[in-house]
């Protein structure tokens, strides 16, 4: 445990294994903000990148 953060304060993101029942579930990650990236499966990170590019598309806008 020290070592993770010990690489958390060095701006690192120490790694954790999640096992998400459901792909769609994936997007339960982005409630974490930034800090937690997706490594596999692929499917998955397309999942967080359409979220994301959601979230983007309606605080982008001058509305």
């Known amino acids: 445990?020290?070592?993770?953060?010990?690489r958390e304060s060095a701006g690192e993101?120490?790694?954790?294994?999640l096992a998400v029942p459901e792909?769609?579930?994936a997007r339960s990650l982005l409630?974490?903000?930034p800090n937690p990236?997706?490594?596999s499966p692929p499917e998955a990170r397309r999942v967080l990148a359409?979220?994301?590019?959601?979230?983007?598309?309606?605080?982008?806008?001058?509305?």
Do not use: H, I
């Open 13 to 17: 993101r120490p790694p954790a294994e």
């Open 37 to 39: 990236e997706v490594l």
């Open 50 to 63: 359409e979220a994301a590019a959601a979230v983007t598309r309606l605080y982008a806008g001058n509305g």
């Open 1 to 6: 445990m020290r070592s993770d953060r010990l």
């Open 23 to 25: 792909l769609t579930r």
């Open 31 to 33: 409630s974490f903000g």
